[in-house]
T-cell receptor
Framework: DAMVIQNPRYQVTQFGKPVTLSCSQT?????MYWYQQKSSQAPKLLFH???????NEADTPDNFQSRRPNTSFCFLDIRSPGLGDAAMYLC???????????????FGPGTRLTVT | AQSVTQLDSHVSVSEGTPVLLRCNYS??????LFWYVQHPNKGLQLLLK??????LVKGINGFEAEFKKSETSFHLTKPSAHMSDAAEYFC????????????FGAGTRLFVKA
């Protein structure tokens, strides 16, 4: 089955120690997204890639970076995790869209990040 | 400005009774609207979507939603709740006109009592 895979499902890192979360997809979608979701809150979009074009949300901290080496993979790098970065990180994909149309997003199961 | 308001943070129903989760949006453009469901510690799953075709949209697991432009609403309904419906539900507006913007509502937690 085509899907969005996130690894690892659970990640523990130390305060200030860089961490990388990974996402892969077999859907061949143009667009890949990273969301941060804290407890009992809606997902918050951090950034997205439309093909190779990177689009950062205005309020995403510089501490968060992303890489998309090819269509299938996308990485979220947190350069110096703080306690406030503990959250569920969701990866999603969608088909590319033209003006006036949009497509649903397919979400991975998420990676729960704990910062100690 | 574009926004999404889910009118109830929590909804509690008894098994077998109807479900109504309310969503209002504000948009200067013709939006695409989605409902997603999230079970605990899981990713989000699409329930249904509206993209300017039929205003009554049927989704998975017996859910449906009606787009009402005059009321700027996109409420989610189900005739008979099941215990497995207990989850968090998000109404989402997607704007791809003149930019790229996905806006999530704050979510509604659905409780289903036996």
């Amino acid at each position: 089955d085509a899907m969005v895979i996130q690894n690892p499902r659970y990640q523990v890192t130390q305060f200030g120690k860089p961490v990388t979360l990974s996402c892969s997809q077999t859907l061949n979608h143009n667009v890949m997204y990273w969301y941060q979701q804290k407890s009992s809150q809606a997902p918050k979009l951090l950034f997205h890639y439309y093909d190779k074009d990177f689009n950062n949300e205005a309020d995403t901290p510089d501490n968060f970076q992303s890489r998309r080496p090819n269509t299938s993979f996308c990485f979220l790098d947190i350069r110096s995790p703080g306690l406030g970065d503990a959250a569920m990180y969701l990866c999603a994909t969608s088909r590319g869209s033209s003006i006036g149309s949009s497509y649903e997003q397919y979400f991975g199961p998420g990676t729960r990040l704990t910062v100690t | 400005a574009q926004s999404v308001t889910q009118l109830d943070s929590h909804v509690s129903v008894s098994e077998g009774t109807p479900v109504l989760l309310r969503c209002n949006y504000s948009s200067s453009y013709s939006p695409s609207l989605f409902w997603y469901v999230q079970h605990p510690n899981k990713g989000l799953q699409l329930l249904l979507k509206y993209t300017s075709a039929a205003t009554l949209v049927k989704g998975i697991n017996g859910f449906e939603a009606e787009f009402k432009k005059s009321e700027t609403s996109f409420h989610l309904t189900k005739p008979s709740a099941h215990m497995s419906d207990a989850a968090e539900y998000f109404c989402v507006v997607d704007l791809r006109t003149g930019g790229f913007k996905t806006i999530f509502g704050a979510g509604t937690r659905l409780f289903v009592k036996a």
